[in-house]
Each structure stands twice: as C-alpha cells, then as structure tokens.
C-alpha cells in the first residue's frame, strides 16, 4: 500500500492557531497545505476546510507516487498552466483506470 498524504484535526484552542495539520507520504509536516488550511478555516467554515483537504490531498499523493510524474520532476507549485496540464493527467488515468474495470 502506498503512503499518502493526511490531516490531523487539532483543538479549535490550539495556540498555534493551525486548525489542521498537513503531513506528506513520508510522514513530514507539510508546511504550505497546513498554512492553506489555516488560512481556509479564516475564510470559511471548519467543515468545508476538511472537504478542501479530502479534495487535495489524492492529488498530492499522487503527484508524489506517480512514477511518471517523478519522473518528469512536476511539482504542485508550478505556473497555473502547468498544473493544469498536471490535473489533467490526473484524470486521465483516473478515466484509463475506470475504463479498464469496466471490460
């Protein structure tokens, strides 16, 4: 089974005001998603916080596992074209994958 990134919720009166904490499929912190959760949890409800991660997360595993994509060195933090093309790729195989169980 492969590691994957993950969340773990903390008390909303935690002093260092991060809702969530971000960790990647090694097991680091991963410092810009727990800043983004923080700052989504400023704009919009707890929950909704948590259903943005659920969302991301996949795709930042995958972006991290995929061995094409490790291949090609792409990053999340690319020009918004780029990660476009990333997101894409992403579905792709999702469609490849759905298309395959199928027959």
Do not use: K
């Amino acid at each position: 089974m492969v590691a994957a990134y993950r969340f773990v919720p903390r008390p909303p009166n935690t002093e260092h005001g991060h809702p969530f904490l971000v960790y990647n499929n090694s097991g680091q912190l991963h410092f810009e998603l727990t800043c983004f959760a923080r700052e989504a949890t400023i704009q919009v409800a707890r929950q909704t916080t948590q259903v943005y991660l659920y969302a991301l997360l996949p795709f930042f595993t995958w972006l991290d596992t995929d061995f094409q994509q490790l291949g090609s060195r792409r990053a999340w933090n690319e020009s918004p074209q780029n990660v476009r093309l990333i997101v894409a790729d992403l579905y792709i195989g999702y469609s490849s994958n759905a298309i395959a169980i199928e027959l």
